[in-house]
């Protein structure tokens, strides 16, 4: 599971059958830096498939791999990238800190 913040839409002229109608993201992975703000901590775009409405500058989970069609099984689907989730708030422990604080990353 990655997290990600979507950055665009992607519109297909054509598509496999299984598919047909989804809607499909723009997203970039975050690494823990990438959640503080560092642009380094950013990944490369990928294409990810979303049933759930993400906008712009949405923070979602992403399941990748064979886990993102798992989703819809016993239905198959060519699937790389899949949404799991929006998230409203993710907490970072810090590190300098002792294990009691988490740094709380606003959305």
């Known amino acids: ?11 297909l002229s054509r598509c496999h059958p299984d598919v047909q109608g989804a809607i499909w993201k723009l997203v970039v992975p975050l690494s823990r830096t990438g ?5 380094q901590g950013r990944g490369e775009p990928m294409v990810v498939y979303d049933e759930f409405g993400s906008g712009p500058g949405s923070l979602i989970a992403i399941s990748d791999g064979a886990e993102a069609s798992a989703a819809f099984y016993p239905d198959v689907k060519p699937l790389d990238a899949y949404c799991a989730a929006l998230l409203d708030e993710i907490r970072i422990p810090d590190l300098k800190k002792q294990r009691t604080g988490m740094a709380s990353v606003p959305m």
């Open 1 to 11: 599971m990655k997290i990600g913040e979507v950055i665009g839409r992607i519109s």
């Open 35 to 39: 959640l503080k703000g560092d642009v």
